[in-house]
């Protein structure tokens, strides 16, 4: 099972939030190696916290989970802005090490640009409305709790994990509008910036399709898809979803390699490209489309 790869973009962990899979996402990025890391926004949730969130030992560990790969695995770390981590407008942008905190990117591979940016500036409703925005979030935190009570009577009867939330975005037909148009939007920006495909997050659906020529990638998020995007050494992106892990076979198949050194020798080389990051260039570009 591959587990070491170039980019990994992972977005709506939500830290702060009783919600948020801090957990999970710790463990996942301990099982998996990439040379760049993609923070895309919403990574902390500062709207919570402000409210009724509360900050805990397993959120921490997430960036001290972070901070390590940065030590022993040389990862290039990008984190950028998202709506509910908006405090981090005061800071950008910002660079220690190799750690990068900005707005959004352009990331180039094997021949391709990839506008990269959470979505948020694309949302009319948080962009110009916030009160609406912080009504909408309020909604969404009471489903997630909902959702809880629903799945765990659920687990006592032995039916597996239900989403409440994705099941109601699929019915309700302004959902399913919204997202479209989200979708459909984000591909016209990326086309305008001469991109080959946008990679966002926001909506908390992950997808992989092509629009209008267009790559469109959502990495989904950390509190009930868990999941992230990940790109080979040969430009291949993918989605990997953390319930369809085998974490055992992960283990056995590193305790194989640390055990006979001599396989590490046999793996053939596969000769990377190098990967050039890069701020957007707005000369073609309305400046209401930053975040």
Same mark, same amino acid.
């Given at each position: 099972?591959?587990?070491?790869?170039?980019?990994?973009?992972?977005?709506?962990?939500?830290?702060?939030?009783?919600?948020?899979?801090?957990?999970?996402?710790?463990?996942?990025?301990?099982?998996?190696?990439?040379?760049?890391?993609?923070?895309? &926004?919403?990574?902390?949730?500062?709207?919570?916290?402000?409210?009724?969130?509360?900050?805990?030992?397993?959120?921490?560990?997430?960036?001290?989970?972070?901070?390590?790969?940065?030590?022993?695995?040389?990862?290039?770390?990008?984190?950028?802005?998202?709506?509910?981590?908006?405090?981090?407008?005061?800071?950008?942008?910002?660079?220690?090490?190799?750690?990068?905190?900005?707005?959004?990117?352009?990331?180039?591979?094997?021949?391709?640009?990839?506008?990269?940016?959470?979505?948020?500036?694309?949302?009319?409703?948080?962009?110009?409305?916030?009160?609406?925005?912080?009504?909408?979030?309020?909604?969404?935190?009471?489903?997630?709790?909902?959702?809880?009570?629903?799945?765990?009577?659920?687990?006592?009867? &032995?039916?597996?994990?239900?989403?409440?939330?994705?099941?109601?975005?699929?019915?309700?037909?302004?959902?399913?509008?919204?997202?479209?148009?989200?979708?459909?939007?984000?591909?016209?920006?990326?086309?305008?910036?001469?991109?080959?495909?946008?990679?966002?997050?926001?909506?908390?659906?992950?997808?992989?399709?092509?629009?209008?020529?267009?790559?469109?990638?959502?990495?989904?998020?950390?509190?009930?898809?868990?999941?992230?995007?990940?790109?080979?050494?040969? &430009?291949?992106?993918?989605?990997?979803?953390?319930?369809?892990?085998?974490?055992?076979?992960?283990?056995?198949?590193?305790?194989?390699?640390?055990?006979?050194?001599?396989?590490?020798?046999?793996?053939?080389?596969?000769?990377?490209?190098?990967?050039?990051?890069?701020?957007?260039?707005?000369?073609?570009?309305?400046?209401?489309?930053?975040?």
């Amino acid at each position: 099972m591959q587990t070491h790869y170039k980019t990994i973009v992972i977005s709506d962990v939500h830290l702060g939030t009783k919600g948020s899979k801090a957990k999970e996402i710790a463990r996942f990025l301990k099982q998996y190696r990439c040379e760049n890391l993609i923070l895309n &926004g919403d990574i902390i949730d500062g709207w919570q916290l402000k409210k009724s969130g509360s900050w805990k030992r397993k959120h921490t560990r997430f960036f001290n989970r972070i901070l390590k790969m940065i030590e022993n695995h040389s990862t290039s770390v990008f984190y950028l802005r998202g709506n509910h981590d908006d405090f981090l407008e005061q800071i950008l942008p910002l660079q220690i090490g190799k750690l990068h905190i900005q707005t959004d990117m352009i990331y180039e591979s094997w021949g391709k640009k990839y506008l990269i940016t959470h979505g948020d500036v694309f949302d009319s409703v948080t962009t110009n409305l916030r009160w609406i925005a912080y009504l909408g979030d309020m909604g969404y935190t009471f489903l997630l709790w909902l959702n809880r009570v629903v799945n765990h009577y659920r687990r006592k009867s &032995g039916l597996p994990y239900f989403s409440l939330s994705q099941y109601i975005k699929g019915k309700v037909k302004s959902a399913v509008s919204y997202i479209d148009q989200y979708e459909t939007e984000l591909a016209k920006m990326a086309k305008a910036k001469g991109c080959d495909g946008i990679i966002c997050g926001h909506i908390h659906k992950a997808e992989c399709r092509l629009i209008d020529g267009i790559e469109y990638m959502n990495s989904g998020d950390w509190v009930e898809t868990m999941s992230a995007l990940a790109e080979d050494h040969e &430009g291949n992106w993918q989605l990997i979803y953390y319930n369809e892990i085998d974490f055992k076979g992960i283990q056995i198949d590193n305790q194989t390699s640390a055990g006979s050194p001599d396989l590490e020798n046999e793996r053939p080389v596969i000769p990377l490209r190098k990967v050039s990051f890069e701020l957007p260039i707005d000369d073609i570009n309305p400046p209401s489309y930053r975040l």
